[in-house]
């Protein structure tokens, strides 16, 4: 079973880092479609990444367009936005071959034709409601979504 987290432009280098750190700690490819807000050589990603960095299974893509032709071959996509119709943990994450997560820019998320193409696949990750905080920082999404992965591929698995 394969696991890919793609981020689709990205804008601060360290949830980027942060982001391969941990596909790289569960087995997982990370994608990145561009425009990046930042350069990946910047040693601030390699940073946040730290010395795990190098090892990071990369791949950066031009445009979504170029991606989401190889996407089917991938896995099944899950979308994660505030906006989503379901919490991801009602969502079958890891039913199929392969699971592919995708998390759209820091100040704008995802683009509005993506959530109209694949509105069905669409999660949210569950907040208390309050003035005060309008999602939760895009690395520690892309952490959580991962690990609930591996948790329901260790139960569904004997």
């Known amino acids: 079973m394969s696991l890919h987290v793609v981020l689709v432009h ?14 790289l700690a569960a087995g ?6 561009e425009p990046l807000g ?3 050589d910047e040693r601030q990603v390699k940073r946040a990444g730290l010395d795990y960095w190098p090892q990071v299974e990369l791949r950066v893509w031009k445009t979504w367009a170029d991606f989401e032709v190889t ?3 991938l896995g099944d996509p899950w979308f ?3 906006r989503g119709r379901q919490p991801f943990w009602d969502a079958p994450l890891a ?6 997560l995708v998390f759209g820019r820091e100040t704008g998320g995802l683009p509005p034709a993506l959530h109209e193409r694949y509105a069905e696949r669409f ?3 569950p907040m208390s409601p309050s003035p005060h905080i309008r999602s939760l920082n895009l ?20």
């Open 38 to 40: 930042f350069s990946l």
């Open 139 to 158: 690395s520690t999404s892309v952490g959580i979504a991962v690990y609930e992965v591996l948790r329901q591929r260790r139960v569904t698995q004997p």
């Open 10 to 23: 990205p804008e601060i280098h360290w949830n980027t880092g942060n982001a391969g750190r941990t596909c």
């Open 28 to 33: 997982a490819r990370l994608h990145l479609i």
């Open 71 to 73: 996407l089917p071959r």
């Open 95 to 100: 039913a199929g071959e392969g699971t592919v």
């Open 80 to 82: 994660f936005s505030t």
């Open 123 to 125: 999660v949210t990750l």
